[in-house]
């Protein structure tokens, strides 16, 4: 069972900047692959970033690119989302993810995490 908890979401102004944090449970972080996912009001969750279990793949959404950063610090059982340049569209609840199954990658897909967070709330004003 592995448990996560973010924190530091909040309010922003349009072309600020956020870290989120995720913080791991269990003496296996460094052996999956972890995602973060945000789900915006009536819309579908979709992926953000992707980090394999060393840290060396990583994948982001497009829209995202080159205005946010996926990190984790295995030895604090910890996974990272720097937010640059935030954009009103960024506004969603932010969910990180755990997929065990998998040590290489992780995708881009919601089904393949079996454990989540209960998200945070990342507000981008205009």
């Known amino acids: 069972q592995v448990q996560l908890v973010e924190s530091g979401g909040g309010l922003v102004r349009a072309g600020g900047s956020m870290r989120l944090s995720c913080a791991a449970s269990?003496?296996?972080?460094?052996?999956?692959?972890m995602g973060w996912f945000r789900q915006a009001p009536g819309k579908e969750r979709e992926f953000v970033a992707a980090?394999?279990?060393?840290?060396?793949?990583?994948d982001y959404l497009d829209s995202v690119k080159d205005r946010f950063t996926i990190s984790r610090d295995n030895t604090r059982n910890t996974v990272l989302l720097q937010m640059n340049s935030l954009k009103p569209e960024d506004t969603a609840v932010y969910y990180c993810a755990a997929d065990p199954t998998r040590y290489y990658y992780g995708t881009a897909y919601a089904k393949d995490y079996y454990y989540w967070g209960q998200g945070t709330q990342v507000t981008v004003s205009s």
């Open positions: 980090i394999g279990g060393s840290g060396g793949n990583v």
């Open positions: 269990g003496r296996t972080f460094s052996t999956y692959a």
